[in-house]
């Protein structure tokens, strides 16, 4: 905890959740009668390099960054979907990789939810409505009662602004914004503190979001939630988060509170997306045409990741990983900013 | 673009309460049922129609049989030798025996009424089809399940089994089986025990069909976000093959289960015709051809034109009601 | 619009698309019509199931059955081209209207290298030469900027990024200097540096080359950027057309009034977004009057059962009661 504050000097906040070098490798080698003939080694894809963050109770910490970049990794390793291959994921405290039984994991499960990207794949079609929001209740056996886990899930329905009645219903006769509010109205359902939300708006269509946005934050209001909220649109994160990680090809470049981190960038990357964003109040901003692509996630490039992109990279960027320094509230993982080689934005 | 659900919940409006009475859960699917996708593209298909009634009737046929037949050819104090090769009612043989109407489609050497024989063989074909795709679909169905949800080493195990199983013929497994059991057992055990030494070998044959397309339907599904929801919530992985991906996966099994059906009365039929398949004393259909082939060249054909007319109209019906199933339930040709 | 010698670039005037389905013809598409001038960009926005893409697809002959276009007229240059016969289309499609689609894997040939089916599209609408159009398609390449236009023009699809295949794509569009582009979600399936990218590429080709272009999408910010003109389309009619920045910076029908205000924005914060209440209505269950009515703030009773027209208001065209010219209302909005 001494480690947290120290951390982050400018908030006191009890972190809930904690990553500590968290990683996860994915063996994506081609099978091994093809290796042997073409006398290739194994490739590892790192999805997630060794990342560190923390969110504190009652606020909301988004992972932003471009496809490939294995923010929806942190995602499912954060809720156990996964192993982690190197690093930590403590809630609450209690490291989870104790946690090696699903006798051990129940009680962090009540506490820990998932809201998932695809509407009309995270509800089983064949159960009704009613059945897929009981499914935690009656896993956990938090209520006995047949019928008063019907009101449950009544109330449930309610609290996403669903009619109870809806429970009668299948997936199927619902539009994708309210097949998200049942997914939703699924998470809260053992009464969890922390909900894991991957791109659970970028399916839906602007007018929809803006249903579903207003309900998470309504809701972490009246339930006092806290929120790791995936995505990949910076708008809606700027929207609904406190603090903002920037990620690019499984590291964390940067992290900082957002108003920080949208009104005075620092790594070259965060500026980059930054700009990269359509302007809709069409200001006639002049943009800097963004050079190159993400590369290979399989291949990536030495030293910082970023380097072959920025524009300040010289050749420390090329040799050597940037480490995690602080900076504006935040800590930046870039040389170039360590160094002082980058002028400040005029933002803000 | 749905047009679905749309006309069902309108009736429901005022049912206040969330937890509505098993029958009129069990109404509502029926209602489903009549009004989805299926029943509409049944109802537009001629040949569904016409097959789904054969096929009904066929099986009305055998399962009353001992009812609707005319002789009881199972009880042989009932045959008489003098009733021996009548042929068809309405036909003349070449000894100038005319048929008579008791023994509509004639008779066989033993006496026994051939429109008899032929509704209780098609019984007991139908009951070695039918118990022994439930069997093949039962296991397949499982082990395609358990394959692709658990992945690793062991799908790798079970899918080498099925390898391993695709490349012996049917005929093959069930001249092994019955060979083993016939070295085992005592003659009249052997004789008795044929009906489900028979069920085994093609149902060994046939759940490689169900394991592999469940397995691919299983691997399609287990990746699916409300597998990982469940996961996430902590339901045991158990529950979770049985009441998430199980239900999902059931479309297939369906369509292969008809399509097999068809499949295991003819390997039946075949079996039998080649003599390791059911005794004399209990005959199939494919019984029934053996036996009346023999009487072909003597000029005594009904004996094995009607029990094989019987087989094709069966196998022919159930094949296209398969085939039907299969686009109707494939939402890509809808 | 205004009445002019020339006739515009475009003209789609009352088009009706329409699914027969067994419950009934469901209309995608509703008495649409706009124009498209020469060079201008028009940005077609609307929510998924809109009947934005449907337009787009009308207008280029690819509506896929059983959609049909059941009313309206397309015009091309003052050329009639809805009810040309498939072979002359398809000499529009490729010669006078080019196209980019969503997902650039799937329009693409993955058998072919890129320059075979770049210089086989410039072949078979011009009589180039072999090696004159192989030139033409290193040029091509290289203007909408993909490094060593040379070597990579050799190579297939699935060795080009996801960013370069668009930039293919939209070279392929541009192949024989098409007078109309239409852009179906170009930049949808794109990480948003990309996305930037290809925006300014479209913009910068659509200037050289004078091509108009219909954008579809459902992203506002892109039409910013890139439109001249905004179709704002609901539940399959226009509610309104405009010039860009007055659409968007001062939308007249309440629908893209909401629908501005549901898009979050890095200038200002907000604590709450401004939300439209409900969704938009499935194609079976379209109200009376103004498709909107279930969902609008201003409702009022004409609205439940007068279809409202487009009526111009400023520079603008609204299909909005509040615009009525023979009420007094007019401007009475917020």
Redesign the interface.
């Known amino acids: 905890m001494a480690e947290a504050v120290q951390r982050r000097p400018s908030h006191d906040g009890v972190p809930l959740l904690r990553a500590r070098g968290l990683a996860k490798y994915f063996d994506v080698s081609p099978p091994f009668v093809t290796r042997a003939l073409q006398g290739a080694g194994r490739s590892i894809l790192r999805a997630v390099d060794g990342i560190d963050f923390e969110i504190e109770t009652g606020k909301t910490f988004s992972l932003v960054g ?2 490939g970049c294995g923010k929806s990794t942190v995602a ?1 390793l954060i ?3 996964y192993e982690p291959t190197k690093g930590h994921v403590e809630f609450d405290g209690q490291d989870m990789a104790g946690l090696t039984t ?1 006798k051990a ?2 009680p962090v ?2 506490r ?3 809201i ?3 509407p009309f ?6 159960w009704r409505v ?1 059945d897929i929001v009981a ?2 209740i009656r ?2 056996r938090i209520i006995e009662d ?2 008063e886990v ?2 449950r ?2 109330e449930l329905l309610e609290l996403v602004r669903l009619s ?2 809806d ?4 997936p ?2 619902f ?1 994708g ?2 097949r998200q509010r049942i ?1 939703i109205a ?1 998470a809260l359902a ?1 009464n969890p503190e922390f909900l894991v939300c991957d791109e659970p708006t970028s399916a839906l ?7 579903i ?2 309900l998470m ?1 309504d809701l972490q209001r009246e339930l006092s939630l806290t929120y790791l909220f995936i995505s ?5 994160v ?3 988060s406190d603090y903002v990680g920037v990620m690019y090809l499984g590291r964390l470049v940067e992290w900082a509170p957002a ?1 920080a981190l ?1 009104h005075n960038p620092q790594h070259p990357y965060t500026r ?11 200001s006639g901003r002049p ?1 800097q ?2 050079a190159g ?2 590369p290979s996630p399989i291949h990536p490039p030495s030293g910082c990741h970023f380097h072959p992109r920025c524009p300040f990279a010289n050749d420390r960027c090329r040799s050597e990983v940037p480490k995690s320094l602080p900076r504006t509230g935040g800590q930046v993982a870039c040389h170039a900013v360590e160094e002082n080689r980058i002028p400040e934005t005029g933002k803000a | 673009m ?1 047009a ?2 749309t006309s069902i ?1 309108a009736a ?2 005022d ?2 309460a ?3 009475s098993l029958p009129r859960r069990a109404a509502d699917s029926v209602h489903r049922f009549f009004d989805g996708d299926v029943f509409y593209s049944f109802r537009n298909s001629p040949v569904a129609m016409i097959s789904f009634a054969v096929t009904m009737v066929l099986l009305i046929l055998a399962v009353f049989a001992p009812w609707i037949a005319p002789h009881n050819t199972d009880d042989v104090s009932t045959l008489n030798l003098m009733n021996a090769r009548f042929p068809p009612y309405g036909f003349t043989d070449d000894f100038g025996t005319e048929g008579v109407a008791q023994f509509l489609l004639g008779t066989d050497d033993q006496g026994r009424d051939i429109l008899s024989a032929i509704i209780f063989g098609l019984k007991v074909s139908l009951e070695v089809g039918f118990a022994s795709v439930i069997l093949a679909a039962v296991t397949g169905t499982f082990l395609g399940l358990v394959s692709g949800y658990a992945g690793g080493k062991l799908d790798s195990f079970i899918m080498r089994i099925a390898d391993v199983q695709l490349t012996f013929p049917s005929i093959l497994i069930a001249l092994l089986i019955d060979g083993i059991a016939g070295g085992l057992m005592p003659r009249a055990l052997h004789d008795e025990m044929k009906i489900y030494v028979l069920i085994i070998a093609i149902a060994a044959s046939q759940w490689v069909n169900f394991a592999r397309t469940v397995r691919g339907s299983t691997l399609v599904e287990k990746n ?3 597998v ?9 992985p158990a529950l979770i093959m049985f009441r ?1 991906v199980l ?2 996966v059931t479309g297939p099994v369906l369509v292969i289960g008809t399509l097999s059906l068809a499949i295991a009365v003819l390997t039946e039929a075949t079996l039998s015709f080649l003599g390791v398949g059911l005794p004399v004393t209990r005959p199939s259909l494919g019984t029934l051809i053996r036996i009346g082939q023999q009487y072909i060249f003597s000029g005594e054909w009904w004996m094995t034109i009607f029990p094989s007319l019987a087989l094709v109209i069966l196998v022919l019906a159930v094949n296209l009601l398969g085939d039907w199933l299969r686009d109707a339930l494939n939402p890509k040709l809808r | 619009m205004a009445a002019s010698t020339q006739p515009p670039l475009l003209e789609v005037k009352n088009l009706r698309i329409e699914f027969p389905t067994r419950r009934g013809t469901l209309v995608a598409v509703d008495d649409v019509s706009f124009d498209i001038a020469e060079g201008e960009v028009l940005g077609v926005v609307g ?2 199931g809109a009947g934005k893409s449907l337009t787009g697809a009308s207008i280029i002959g690819l509506l896929e059955p059983p959609g049909r276009i059941a009313g309206g007229e397309v015009y091309l240059a003052g050329r009639r081209i809805d009810n040309l016969p498939y072979e002359k289309m398809r000499q529009v499609r490729g010669r006078e209207i080019g196209m980019v689609f969503q997902d650039p894997l799937t329009s693409l040939n993955p058998l072919y290298s890129v320059g075979s089916q770049l210089v086989e599209t410039i072949r078979t609408h011009t009589d180039m030469s072999e090696s004159a159009a192989q030139q033409r398609a290193i040029d091509l390449l290289g203007e909408v900027g993909i490094p060593s236009p040379k070597i990579r023009i050799n190579q297939y699809p699935h060795q080009f ?4 295949r668009q930039r293919v794509v939209i070279a392929l569009a541009l192949c024989v200097n098409p007078k109309l582009i239409i852009a179906d979600e170009p930049t949808t399936a794109l ?7 290809i ?2 590429l479209l913009k910068r080709l659509c200037r050289d080359h004078g091509a108009a272009v219909m954008l579809i999408t ?5 039409i ?2 890139t439109a001249n003109r905004v179709a704002v389309m609901y539940a399959g009619r226009l509610a309104e057309i405009g010039p ?2 007055q659409v ?2 001062n939308a007249k029908h309440p629908y893209t009034h ?2 501005m ?7 200002h ?9 409900g ?2 209505p499935r194609l079976t269950e379209i109200p009376n009057g103004c498709a909107f009515n279930p969902r609008c703030p201003k409702v009022f009773a004409r609205c439940m059962v007068e279809r409202p027209d487009l009526t111009p208001v400023d520079s603008s065209q609204i299909s909005c009661w509040l615009y009525d010219k023979t009420m007094e209302r007019t401007g009475s909005h917020g």
């Not at chain 1, 794949?121 to 064949?126: G, T």
């Not at chain 1, 429970?167 to 299948?170: A, D, L, R």
């Not at chain 1, 980059?272 to 069409?282: N, Q, T, V």
């Open positions: 471009e496809s499912r809720v156990g979907l699903r994991m129940e499960r009540r820990m939810q998932m998932f990207q695809d794949a995270s509800l089983n079609p064949r009613a499914e935690p896993t956990h047949g019928r019907l009101h899930v009544g109870p009645r429970g009668e219903k299948f199927h006769e539009s914004g309210q997914s699924r053992s269509d602007v007018s929809v979001q803006a249903q946005l207003n934050k990949h649109d910076l708008a809606v700027y929207h609904i108003e949208f980059m997306l930054l700009d990269a964003i359509p302007d809709l109040d069409m943009r045409a963004v692509e993400v | 749905s679905r659900g919940m429901d409006i049912h206040r969330l937890a509505p699916k976000e409300y990982q929801a469940a996961k996430v919530i902590g339901v045991h998430h239900p999902n | 929510e998924s990024s996801g960013g370069m990480d948003v540096s990309i996305q930037a990218q925006i300014d459902h992203d506002m910010g892109v910013a950027e860009v920045g968007i910076k909401g629908l205000g549901s898009i979050p924005k890095l200038a914060a907000t604590e709450r977004l401004v939300q439209i209440e969704t938009m």
